[in-house]
């Protein structure tokens, strides 16, 4: 047999079988994907009911220090924690070179900018220009371990871990939803969430929106925390979809980056995906479609003009974004006009670091300056009749609300200077209506004569937890509220200390509040209120009462169960003359004994050290005092414990959510940047119903 001389393999001949492989290994993936989610039954999600935020709060970046914005979510003080910036392609394009850091409007520019880092078909240039490259996400820069919700009800179609690329990420299959172009036409659309740090949903889960699916990361191809949010269509091919591929990238000389920079593949993006933020925000808890819809939403504009600190009023105007060019007109004003702008300012203390992330890089500015969080618009005054015809209008309100519990909100006319126009007769009257949320509203229309002194009042109920945002018009004026969110009870704000401990228990009916729907976080606690928190908080399951031993109890009372099941456990005992004194105030040092009582926290035996200025190492209650500041489950910044007196309620849910948090995670200290998932929280707190 004759021999064949074989062919000497070089370097070009394995870079094409390694190619090869890379496309097959893709083509195997991808294919596996499409079959398991056309191929294998799913269940079914609820009909649409509305859209939620994936991202609900953002820090105020601006008011940061250079420490703080590399910081993981929980460790950002509330103070600086915000709602997320209303998605407006005409304020992210907006160029820095034009922003000043001593203007409060340029600092809230700033803020949505560095926010939304990388727009809708945007590019890595950090120049916030929509149609400028071909990456078919928003990127949102949050920090590390920051919530990520789901934006509807749906079903998990994809869970998956890709180190090259999306990182941590998950497509939900939305099916039956309203088309982006047309709230009258049905569809189905993919909701992808990429680079999470992890995530707390698995494939063929049904989730609902606003439901809790993971937190914000940095794994795969991701320099910074963000979340890559992106919204196919049921034209992509596979989810989430990306328009071209690095052979592809490789054939015209680019790489990643300037692929993405050059607009490679644009034409498939726009095909296969929708802005998904303007989305978001046009069906923002939109439950009840209207018969007919327009196809572009309302946003808002802002301007810089002389402020006026510490006011608590607004006035926004409204313009008209096109979903597909983001082009935006102003509002209809009679021919003869002058312009005008009102501003309203609230001051803060900065000093910032400003940062910027994408998929591809970061970009810091530096600041040191007073800051200020303005709102602020631009609307046409006419100049005829002043005593009657307004250039603006102004809303007087807070920006927050409470689910269930009537808001009462004013609307003034005010002329060019602000000054508020007591005359104001619009022809029309004033219609009023929901922008964005969900929310009933006592009276939409306010005829001529119902507008007294050229001030219109009007009550609303909120019914949905998202940002909740009001439109007025007279025909000629269109103003916006500005964006209200959620608050969990109508006396604790997101700027008060134990906002999130309290946010938590309540969330797992650890505890509640008063008829009126306030919580009183400075209430000083009894001792019934104490068990109550603890036994709830330790997950404790409560004994029916039979009868109580205290002459001084109710066995009929609201508290029995709670006394019985402390008194049975040896968590506390009454007093020599047989009384329990349910209402008087348990101290620090007692709160403490009861916490480890029914905790089962074994304090040490012995103190080396006074723990404390007012905590000697020989006091009873000193092991206690100490075993909870080496866990970190009280504040150690103060050289005072103050056994003595009473704690509050918020300090009282503060050190029992630190203990669960520390608990759920194994830990023997509690960490601001130790976290729970909703699935951990509720399989915790459903053992003692089980």
Known sequence: MKNTPHKKITVKDWVFVLLFLASAVFMVGKNAFEFQTSVIPTRQAPPY????????????????TSDQYRVAYPQIP?????????????????????????????????NAKITFSTPYMGDYKLDGLENAGSHLAVDIKVPELTPVYAIGNGVVVK??????????????KHDNFPSFNDANVRTTYYS???????????????????????????????????????????????????PFTYQEAAAVGLDFNGAINSGLGKDKALATTVNPMLYVQKYLNMTNLPATASSSITTTTTSSAATSENSTTTTTSTTTA??????????????????????????????????????????????????????????????????????????????????????????QAVDQNGNLVSNYQ???????????????????????????GGTVKFAVTPTGDYGLRFKATDGQITALTPVMQSSIFTDVSANDKSFKAIGFLKNYSVIDGYPDKSFKPNGIVSRVEALKFILKGANQKLLATTKLPFKDTSNSAWYADYVSTAYDQNIVAGY???????????????????????????????????????????????PLVLAAKEANLIDNTSNYFHPEEGMTRGEVADLIYRFVVMKLNGQSKYSPTLFVTDTQAKSYFAEANG
């Open 49 to 64: 009911d509305g859209l939620a935020l994936p991202i609900l709060n953002a820090p105020d970046w601006v008011a940061l």
């Open 426 to 452: 619009p022809p029309k009257g004033v219609a009023l209506s929901i922008d964005l949320g969900s929310a009933t509203i006592e009276k939409s229309y306010f005829s001529t004569s119902e507008i007294l």
């Open 322 to 411: 096109n979903p597909t060019n983001t082009t935006t007109t102003a509002p209809t004003t009679p021919a003869t006009t002058s312009a005008t702008t009102t501003t309203t300012t609230t001051s803060t203390q900065t000093n910032s670091s400003t940062p910027s992330g994408t998929d591809s890089g970061a970009a810091t500015t530096s600041s040191n300056q007073q800051s200020s969080v303005t709102e602020t618009a631009t609307t046409s005054a006419a100049s005829t009749s002043p005593a009657t015809v307004a250039s603006s209008f102004k809303f007087i309100t807070d920006d927050s609300f409470v689910i269930g519990t009537p808001k009462v909100i004013l609307l």
């Open 78 to 110: 509330t103070t600086k924690i915000i709602s997320l910036p209303v998605y407006d392609a005409s304020v992210l394009s907006t160029s820095t070179a034009q922003l000043s850091w001593s203007n409060a409007a340029d600092k809230a520019i700033r």
């Open 576 to 622: 020599n003359n047989k009384t329990f004194k349910p209402s008087q105030t348990v101290n620090r040092a007692e709160f403490l004994k009861m916490l480890f009582s029914t905790m089962d926290v074994t304090p040490p035996t012995e103190v080396a050290q006074d723990v404390y200025t007012d905590v000697k190492k020989d006091a009873w209650y000193a």
């Open 192 to 242: 992808n969430y990429a680079h999470m740090s992890n995530v707390v949903i698995s494939e063929g889960d049904v989730v609902t929106k606003g439901q809790l699916i993971g937190y914000v990361g940095h794994t795969g191809l991701a320099s910074t925390p963000h979340l890559h949010f992106q919204i196919d269509n049921d034209q992509a091919p596979w989810h989430p979809y990306w």
């Open 159 to 172: 869970v998956a871990f890709q180190a090259s690329g999306f990182g941590n990420h998950v497509v939900i």
